[in-house]
Structure formats: structure tokens, C-alpha cells
């Protein structure tokens, strides 16, 4: 599914225009973005969790040439899914 198709799946579930659907999932994804680039985390009871964290520098290898290379630290996002969630999908 593609957020064409979720904006779709969204407006006639919740009976709402497209264009209202669209505002509203766009919200909704810029504002788990601004919570988990300052910091904090997003918790979706029955869904799951949304989180940064971190990723330390490390030593790679340039696949062409084999030279050693050093990978930056970088933040990085998780989503730990709730168990409602994983239960949907095991049944």
C-alpha cells in the first residue's frame, strides 16, 4: 500500500474528502518526525513505538576497491511494533 492508497482507505473509513485525509495523515507523520528528532518517542498503544537512537562510527570497506573506509555515528529511527500489532500479523 502506498500513501495514495492509505489516504484513499482513510477517507472512506472515516467518511472524510481525500484532501482531509491527506492533511491529516500528513500531520500526523510530521508530528512523530518532530518528536523523534528531539528526542522524545511516540508510543501508539496497540500499535507501537516510534524512537531514535544511535548508530556508532564504524570501519567499512568500499565494495570496488576493498579500501578500509570509516562510516560516521549517525542517529537512526526505530519502530518497535506492539503486540496487538505483531498478534494481527501472526494469526
Do not use: Y
Not at 576493498?66 to 505483531?86: C, L, M, P, R
Amino acid at each position: 500500500m502506498n500513501k495514495t492508497e492509505l489516504i484513499n482507505a482513510i477517507a472512506a473509513e472515516c467518511d472524510l474528502s481525500k484532501v482531509a485525509a491527506q492533511r491529516a495523515l500528513d500531520s500526523f507523520v510530521n508530528n512523530v518526525i518532530k518528536a523523534v528528532a528531539a528526542g522524545d518517542s511516540v508510543q501508539l498503544v496497540g500499535f507501537g513505538t516510534f524512537a531514535s537512537g544511535e548508530r556508532s562510527a564504524r570501519t567499512g570497506r568500499n565494495p570496488r576497491t576493498g579500501e578500509e573506509i570509516t562510516i560516521a555515528a549517525a542517529k537512526t529511527v526505530k519502530f518497535s511494533a506492539g503486540q496487538s500489532f505483531k498478534d494481527a500479523i501472526n494469526k
